[in-house]
């Protein structure tokens, strides 16, 4: 499909999903309408970008032909594609692109493309391995999973959001590489978190620790983009902690399916769902280290 053919819709306008929105809006796709379950969330974002503010995902797929989703999890992505609902996108399935972007467990992925396709429309699995920043500049990280002519299909829409674009196989395989991206990323974040907690307690300057972590083997991209901030305790949200819980879960839900033991992502995703049960959820994943910093155990 050309630009010009493409009428798209979004449901699930958060950080990651509002500003793909402005970077399609930039290169002047036709964006017909936007849907989230925050009514004002939706309507502000209508009109920054000049276009509808959907009542239900329904008519989301009522004005568009392709349909991206950007919602938080199974639970959210099960209600907007309920059949035999009102509401449901699959009320205006026939013929229509749903290019799914959140982050869900394969099953649940599986599950959508299978309902999709019997009600006659087309469904691909775009998992972002990115933040907000990408969003807005179109350099996301997307493995996308489904039938490779649906991906061809979808492949100039989603080189106008992406820098690295991949084709990964089957619906359920990009999620299973998105669930493994961040099971690895979180596992690196609470050991970074760890390691700078135990300076913290001895007495390092963490400066000086992280530099010679970027010049050894304890080098990671995460400790680019979250050690200053664990030092800092600046945990303004990218990807938040409450995500992290979930990624890591979706992770550990998999290794148990094929009889796998995986302690180091199990005890992550203990230290993120204790961050979740604290009230801290909404904090940037960084946030983890409040867990590992002995004088901020209290605070």
């Not at 290794?255 to 049960?277: F, M, N, S």
């Amino acid at each position: 499909m050309a630009q010009a053919e493409f009428r798209i819709g979004i449901v699930g306008v958060g950080r990651m999903g509002a500003n793909m929105a402005r970077r399609l809006h930039d290169l002047t796709y036709q964006l017909v309408a936007v849907y989230d379950t925050e009514a004002s969330r939706a309507e502000t974002l209508a009109n920054e970008l000049g276009c509808v503010a959907a009542p239900t995902p329904a008519r989301v797929a009522e004005l568009a032909n392709t349909i991206l989703t950007v919602v938080p999890d199974d639970a959210a992505m099960r209600h907007i594609y309920a059949p035999n609902t009102p509401d449901s996108l699959l009320r205006h399935a026939t013929g229509r692109l749903f290019i799914n972007c959140a982050t869900l467990s394969p099953a649940a992925q599986m599950e959508v493309h299978r309902l999709v396709e019997q009600q006659g429309g087309h469904s691909l699995e775009a998992c972002m391995a990115s933040s907000i920043p990408q969003a807005r500049h179109g350099t996301l990280y997307l493995m996308c999973g489904g039938r490779r002519d649906v991906f061809e299909r979808a492949t100039p829409l989603l080189k106008d959001l992406s820098a690295h674009l991949r084709f990964i196989g089957p619906a359920g395989d990009a999620a299973k590489v998105k669930a493994l991206v961040n099971m690895v990323m979180n596992a690196n974040t609470a050991a970074l978190a760890e390691g700078l907690g135990l300076a913290s307690a001895l007495g390092l300057d963490l400066t000086m620790l992280r530099e010679v972590f970027s010049q050894t083997g304890a080098n990671s991209r995460v400790l680019e983009t979250d050690g200053e901030d664990m030092q800092q305790r600046a945990h303004d949200c990218y990807f938040s902690a409450a995500h992290a819980a979930k990624d890591s879960g979706i992770a550990c839900s998999l290794a148990e399916q094929v009889g796998l033991e995986l302690p180091l992502a199990k005890a992550t995703y203990d230290q993120y769902r204790r961050l979740v049960t604290l009230g801290k959820g909404e904090l940037d994943k960084s946030a983890v280290a409040e867990l590992t910093f002995k004088e901020r155990l209290t605070s």
